[in-house]
């Protein structure tokens, strides 16, 4: 069992557009610094806590009962999240939408060699981060992930290997191409621990953590509690069906209903 933490952002007190994409569809995504280092002390104390590891293509035996942090977008405080994990002796895996690279909110290329050099795993996050991905045509998806892999790879010197997909719109052609493109680890949406198989690209589900998530909650989480993991995958597998049913004003009725109801 591979237990996958999916967090955003880290944020100063209310500086929600500090990192990351803006906007309040994107807020519930991102926690205040209080709030992650509560669930990083959490985690830390549970009594059964899986060993925290990384898992990036290289490493294919990580053993039973890992635990992995992952952030995405490649939002500007991936450095700070990098410093609160290593307090309590941990790394990280930052994936990066590369289009994104350089502007305001998000990194840029010292900070991502930074983030490499210090021992963090360093993936893509897809160029463009698109709103379906999973709707993409397979040249687009292609695209995606090897101009990803790319730019990426020019930055760091090294080979990319691992990657998420965004906005949890996953099929498996989104993990075809992604194999295609050289991508052997692929990080989806869905909360589970079970790894499968695509044509030889590893793909694990995340446990997905936002505003309203306790700490108390990601530490029965990360211990491999069943009681909350199950309630995640039943709301998820809800919001899937929403999501395939609704198509493009799924979207858009989710973005109206965040901002009308001031989601910070």
């Known amino acids: 069992m591979i237990l996958s933490l999916l967090y955003h ?4 007190p209310g500086q929600f557009d500090s990192s990351g994409f803006p906007h309040g569809d994107a807020h519930v995504y991102k926690l205040e610094r209080s709030q992650f280092e509560l669930h990083l002390r959490k985690i830390d104390q549970a009594p059964k806590r899986a060993k925290v590891a990384l898992f990036d293509g290289a490493n294919r035996d990580i053993g039973s009962e890992a635990l992995l942090f992952t952030f995405d977008d490649g939002g500007a405080s991936a450095l700070l999240i990098a410093d609160l994990l290593e307090e309590h002796g941990w790394h990280g895996h930052f994936f990066i939408t590369t289009d994104y690279v350089g502007k305001p909110g998000f990194l840029g290329e010292d900070q991502i060699r930074e983030l490499h050099r210090r021992g963090h795993v360093v993936g893509s996050h897809s160029c463009s981060h698109p709103a379906r991905m999973s709707r993409c045509s397979r040249q687009q998806l292609l695209n995606e992930w090897a101009e990803s892999d790319r730019v990426l790879t020019n930055i ?4 990319i290997r691992v990657a998420s997909v965004p906005g949890g719109y996953y099929s498996r052609r ?4 992604a194999s295609d493109a050289g991508i052997e680890v692929l990080f989806n949406s869905e909360p589970t621990s079970r790894i499968e198989r695509v044509n030889g690209c590893s793909v694990l589900g995340r446990y997905s953590i936002q505003q ?3 700490a108390e909650t990601v530490a029965r ?7 909350p993991r199950l309630r995640q995958y039943i709301f998820w597998n809800s919001k899937k069906l929403a999501k395939r049913l609704g198509g493009n004003y799924y979207i ?7 901002r009308n109801t001031g989601s910070p």
């Open 9 to 12: 952002d880290v944020v100063a």
């Open 221 to 227: 989480i990360a211990s491999g509690d069943r009681s």
């Open 174 to 177: 989104v993990a075809e191409a």
């Open 156 to 159: 760091l010197g090294n080979k």
């Open 252 to 258: 858009s009725l989710r973005k109206s209903v965040l």
């Open 212 to 214: 309203g998530v306790s």
